[in-house]
């Protein structure tokens, strides 16, 4: 189940999973199961995923309500 929208908004963007890995100070494979939807960022990062971006912390939550 995708909860993030993480890899699509970077997409947008231009940007690349390795600058947000380096901008978090986190490794790419953290950064990776993020985009991937693995792993879950914690609320705190991603508050910061959505300041770096340059969006709505809600932009980055799927809504998955039919």
């Given at each position: 189940m995708k909860m993030n929208r993480i890899k699509e908004v970077l997409q947008e963007k231009?940007?690349?999973q390795v600058w947000l890995a380096?901008?978090?100070?986190?490794?790419?494979?953290m950064v990776n199961a993020y985009a991937c939807n693995r792993k879950q960022p914690s609320l705190e990062t991603l508050f910061r995923i959505a300041e770096l971006l340059q969006v709505n912390v809600k932009d980055l939550i799927v809504d998955n309500k039919p």
């Open positions: 231009g940007l690349t380096g901008e978090l100070d986190k490794s790419f494979k």
